[in-house]
């Protein structure tokens, strides 16, 4: 399996604009995560998946954030409209069951002017 | 709540010496302990985890973990550090909520 894909690995944007993440976890896995990480607040839960559905989006930060599912092999996270402090590396991890191992991607460093 | 706490931001080793990356944690229920290392622009990799039976850890890469229950311990452990373990280590605890909760984690620097 090639592991964990995000797209796109870099993104540049100006304030205001739409933003969409991607994110295709390894097949079989049934939880899918999304991260951010800054170096003022570490990593940071946005929100999880279990079975294409929304367990806990309680980490993310606002409205401006969203993120969806719709099927199995695919994810996509979505801020609009993005802001400076929106800046961070996003990361997408998977994994197949409770208490196993997270498999992460190789994340989407943004960058919000 | 779930916490991991790392107290050191950057731990500092001689190449050959033994390292040591503390990781303390707090659950109400059985705690499940994972290490994770990131490289420089890359996400993050399993090392190791802790879910039952014997309290020593083995992982990738030569390291190793100890799990102490009265300490609330897990500290990352490798016997002869090489400068290619400089990375950025994480600890990691999940406890009934299906979520891990990362530690804000400590960079390893080895010297040659």
């Known amino acids: 399996d090639a592991g964990v894909i995000q797209s796109p690995r870099h993104e540049v944007t100006e304030m205001g604009q739409e933003v969409t993440l991607r994110c295709k976890p390894i097949?079989?896995?049934?939880?899918l995560f999304w991260y951010r990480q800054t170096m003022m607040r570490g990593l940071e839960l946005l929100i999880y998946?279990?079975?294409?559905?929304?367990?806990?989006d309680s980490g993310m930060p606002e409205d401006r954030f969203s993120a969806k599912m719709p099927n199995a092999s695919f994810s996509t996270l979505k801020i609009q409209p993005s802001e400076p402090r929106d800046s961070a590396v996003y990361f997408c991890a998977s994994r197949a069951g409770g208490y196993d191992i997270q498999y992460f991607g190789a994340g989407t460093r943004l960058s919000v002017l | 709540a779930q916490s991991v706490a790392q107290p050191e931001d950057q731990v500092n080793v001689a190449e050959g010496n033994p390292l040591t990356v503390k990781c303390t944690y707090s659950?109400?229920?059985?705690?499940?302990l994972f290490w994770y290392v990131q490289y420089p622009n890359r996400g993050l990799q399993f090392l190791l985890k802790?879910?039952?039976?014997?309290?020593l850890v083995k992982g990738s890469y030569g390291f190793e973990a100890e799990f102490n229950k009265s300490q609330t311990s897990f500290h990352l452990k490798k016997p002869s550090a090489l400068v290619s373990d400089s990375a950025l280590y994480f600890c990691?605890?999940?406890?009934?909520?299906?979520?891990?909760?990362f530690g804000k984690g400590t960079m390893l620097l080895v010297s040659p």
């Open positions: 802790y879910i039952t039976g014997d309290n």
């Open positions: 998946f279990n079975n294409n559905v929304p367990i806990d």
């Open positions: 990691a605890v999940e406890s009934g909520y299906s979520t891990l909760t």
């Open positions: 097949s079989g896995h049934d939880y």
């Open positions: 659950v109400s229920g059985n705690p499940y």
